[in-house]
């Protein structure tokens, strides 16, 4: 078949095949959700509708990609990691990216009414992405500590901050006021002491995010294993998480 002559514009398309070996994070976050959560009345500081909704996006996002190890989720945020011998699209990084990208925000718009029952979609969310390679199992393992410490942090923070406003009766700048240079111990006592609150009972899904991996289990009467997607809350900052969860960046995946 002959060639058009248009056909050498074709050329100018660069190569963006991502470095081989080396575990591959597609994190995504949504744009002005500061905006997106006031205009659609989530609750302060955590609503379990909004991180559900997350999840449940990133569960299809797994469903769909073989390759994908695990995902780790917090506030407007999702990381999905590839394992580190993904042949995917020949690891080409616009092609992950975009891919994981409007299948999450896709899904997130498809199922929006099922878990906001009667607040209506005002407008389409949009979500950013970037990719980030880690080379070694020490790395992969400190990226998904650094996000889950993230949470945690700001977690007590808005915590305590909301707190102080809708039980304390506090502005919004008073409470800021009164949470300078206070450290995650005296956030805590704040919590305890004044309003009876122990931030250990917090849900575990706002404290700690959520993870979702692939779990395989044995069918009941079949005995045939099968894979699953599970989502866990667990502590990923002790080194207990990743005992049990030693084969996931293992060097063979
Ligand atoms: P960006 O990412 O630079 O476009 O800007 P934002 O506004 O998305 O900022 P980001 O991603 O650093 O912070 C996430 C925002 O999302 C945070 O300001 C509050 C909001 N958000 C996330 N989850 C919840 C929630 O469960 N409840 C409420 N009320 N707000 C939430
Ligand atoms: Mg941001
Ligand atoms: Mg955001
Ligand atoms: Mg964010
Ligand atoms: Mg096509």
Redesign the pocket.
């Known amino acids: 078949m002959a060639k058009s002559t248009f056909e050498y514009v074709k050329t100018f398309e660069l190569d963006d095949s991502l470095l081989p070996n080396t575990w591959i994070v597609v994190r995504i976050?949504?744009?002005?959700?500061?905006?997106f959560?006031d205009d659609h009345n989530?609750?302060?500081?955590?609503?379990e509708r909004?991180?559900k909704l997350m999840n449940y996006a990133a569960f299809h996002v797994v469903k769909e990609f073989n390759e994908l190890l695990v995902a780790y989720g917090q506030?407007?945020?999702y990381s999905f990691i590839f394992k580190k011998n993904c042949q995917l699209y020949n690891r080409r990084q616009s092609k992950l990216l975009t891919t994981i990208n409007s299948k999450f925000t896709a899904s997130y718009v498809y199922y929006w009414d099922m878990f906001f029952k009667g607040e209506r979609l005002k407008y389409p969310p949009t979500f950013?992405g970037r990719i980030v390679l880690y080379p070694t199992e020490e790395n992969i393992i400190d990226y998904l500590k650094w996000r889950q410490a993230d949470v945690h942090i700001n977690n007590l923070y808005n915590t305590t901050f909301w707190t102080l406003i809708l039980k304390g009766n506090l502005s919004p700048t008073q409470a800021e006021k009164r949470l300078c240079g206070t450290v995650s111990a005296d956030k805590n006592e704040i919590l305890f002491k004044e309003f009876n609150m122990n931030y250990n009972k917090e849900p575990e899904i706002f404290k700690r995010g959520t993870v979702l991996l692939r779990k395989s289990v044995s069918k009941e009467n079949s005995g045939k294993p099968s894979a699953v997607i599970v989502d866990i809350h667990d502590d990923m900052l002790k080194e207990k998480f990743w005992h049990k969860h030693s084969y996931l960046f293992k060097n063979s995946k």
């Open positions: 976050d949504g744009k002005c959700f500061h905006k959560a989530f609750t302060k500081p955590n609503d909004a991180l506030s407007d945020e950013d």
